[in-house]
């Protein structure tokens, strides 16, 4: 939970792959998009290595991340290293961009129908429209319309040709629902009094809030709520001064028994934990997956699933806190495995549960990425604060979103 109001968060921004063969133009046109020296451009196939993410306003999209790609057809070993890297930018990717840049086109279809299998808006170029005499040029956009069925945009990094009337086609494209989703959900609305209680303990960043809380404090703001926000030791105290129970209260996970115990009888209670897997993953899922702690033994073996590289504090809620309450319980020959940042095994088979934390770090499609592996291997998976309020026998007094 290492993000901060001040730097770049990512998990939150419309995320656009560029993808293409090497030499195709991919970051001459990223750099000619954002008006940016983005990338760097050379005559040299191969010149982007690991994919570079560029956080920037777009107008009339909003807040994006461009992500430039290496090629295609990457060779050797090296290659297949870039083709992993690929592949991670394109499971984060919600809306692509596709280059193409000559009559051969099968790795191109063949990512065209990746995305497209996984519902995400696909925008086919051909690249580099200044090279190209007009009759090859018409005859290379009515190729490319016919094979992917798709509209096609022609664009030139060197003339400018085609940006102004890409981006406009992207805010067009947007993923359906984009933007429309609420971490709160219909649980309250304007009038009503939320409470926040949000620790800023050893974990939280020195003068500054982690995202969940920017974010759902902005919702509520958005919506017109009346806020307050209290840590943990003020929570009492803000409750007497009230004069009305709060209709919800939303509290950091880590305290949940404790708000529970002394919450009013009439306030709902959640967590943002709870909020955010309903927000960037799948609730039912999760919920399903948290009752399958209840059949763990002594030999089984859980992965814990951690998005923040962050150096790891005394009582670390995935390293430490989670893990002991299992073992606390199963015993202590349970078996955990913890991987962080994009680590994600390929083969979640030896596992008898997966639980994957908040994901502030990461944008929807990515965490929706993994629990679909989850769902194919038929592994349960569940989250952080879903794992901590059904531990502690709480969940069932949980407030969905
Ligand atoms: N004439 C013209 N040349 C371009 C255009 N876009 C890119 N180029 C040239 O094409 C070459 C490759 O461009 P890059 O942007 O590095 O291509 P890339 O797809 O990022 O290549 P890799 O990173 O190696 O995969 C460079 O020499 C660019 O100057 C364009 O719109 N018009
Ligand atoms: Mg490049």
């Known amino acids: 939970m290492a993000v901060t109001l001040n730097e770049t968060p990512s998990g939150n921004r419309l995320h656009i792959g560029i993808f293409g063969k090497t030499n195709s133009g991919k970051s001459s046109f990223i750099n000619a998009f954002s008006g940016q020296k983005v990338s760097i451009v050379a005559d040299v196939a ?104 798709e509209n096609v945009c022609p664009v030139s990094a060197a003339t400018g040709e085609g940006i102004r009337e890409l981006k406009e086609l992207l805010a067009r494209k947007l993923p359906e629902g984009y933007g429309n989703r609420m971490i709160t959900g219909d649980l309250i609305s304007a009038d009503d009094l939320v409470m926040l209680v949000m620790p800023q303990d050893i974990q939280a960043p020195k003068g500054r809030l982690i995202l969940p809380q920017v974010q759902t404090l902005r919702e509520l703001l958005d919506k017109k709520c009346l806020v307050m926000s209290v840590t943990t030791d003020q929570y009492l105290a803000a409750l007497k001064v009230l004069s009305k129970p709060p209709k919800l209260i939303i509290t950091d996970s880590q305290v949940f028994s404790y708000v529970y115990e002394h919450k009013p009888q009439r306030s709902m209670l959640t967590s943002f934990s709870v909020l955010f897997a309903a927000y960037k993953g799948d609730l039912p899922y999760y919920i399903e997956g948290a009752k399958a702690i209840d059949s763990l033994t002594a030999d089984s073996r859980v992965l814990i699933a951690e998005c923040c590289t962050h150096a790891p504090l005394k009582e670390d809620i995935g390293r430490v806190k989670i893990p002991r309450m299992l073992k606390k319980r199963f015993g202590e020959t349970l078996k955990v495995d913890l991987v962080s940042g994009t680590d994600y095994p390929e083969d979640l088979t030896p596992y008898d549960l997966i639980i994957q934390c908040g994901a502030c770090m990461f944008n929807r499609k990515y965490v929706m990425y993994r629990i679909d592996r989850a769902k194919k291997q038929q592994i349960p998976m569940t989250n952080y604060g879903i794992t901590i309020a059904h531990l502690t026998g709480i969940l069932e007094h949980v407030s969905l979103p």
């Open 46 to 149: 191969g010149t982007t290595t690991d994919p570079v993410y560029k956080a920037m306003e777009i107008y009339p999209l909003g807040p994006c991340v461009l992500i430039d790609t290496a090629g295609f057809d990457d060779k050797g070993e090296l290659g297949a290293l870039r083709i992993e890297k690929t592949e991670l930018a394109a499971q984060k990717t919600e809306l692509a961009i596709i280059l193409f840049c000559e009559e051969e086109m099968k790795q191109e279809m063949k990512w065209y129908h990746y995305f497209k299998e996984k519902n995400t808006p696909v925008i086919p170029i051909l690249s580099k429209t200044d090279l190209y005499m007009p009759e090859q040029r018409e005859h290379l956009i009515e190729l490319i319309r016919k094979t992917t069925g």
